[in-house]
Nanobody
Framework: QVQLAEYGGGSVQTAGSLTLSCTVS?????????MGWFRQAPGKEREGVAS????????KYADSVKGRFTISHANAKNTLYLQMNSLKPDDTAMYYC?????????????????????WGQGTQVTVSS
């Protein structure tokens, strides 16, 4: 079965940096697929942060993180990364990685939650002021 697992969460101060990782296992049908990072703070809706097609350089970012976050994928390691710089208190949330294994997923690559059918357990990121 497909499993996703996030790592790297923690507590940092404002303007600090943190890198999250997500491993994917149990799926080998597609050579490439789409993945994304999402976050949810208590009492708020889950929102998309960034997404990427693992077969190329195509990536999407939420306006709130552009210029600060970088999403990447190491195909040989089946690992997704989210490098977060210049962190702000508003970045505090539970961060989830997700995967979309559907055919032609890159045609609609974005931050829509409904397109991603597999999710990790989440990792907490806390940014203090």
């Amino acid at each position: 079965q497909v499993q996703l697992a996030e790592y790297g969460g923690g507590s940092v101060q404002t303007a600090g940096s943190l890198t999250l990782s997500c491993t994917v296992s149990g799926y080998t049908y597609n050579n490439y697929y789409c993945m994304g990072w999402f976050r949810q703070a208590p009492g708020k809706e889950r929102e998309g942060v960034a997404s990427i097609y693992t077969g190329g350089s195509m990536a999407k970012y939420a306006d709130s993180v552009k210029g600060r976050f970088t999403i990447s994928h190491a195909n040989a390691k089946n690992t997704l990364y989210l490098q977060m710089n210049s962190l702000k208190p508003d970045d505090t949330a539970m961060y989830y990685c997700a995967a979309d294994f559907s055919a032609w997923c890159y045609h609609s690559l974005g931050l829509s939650l409904g397109n991603f059918g597999y999710w990790g357990q989440g990792t907490q990121v806390t940014v203090s002021s």
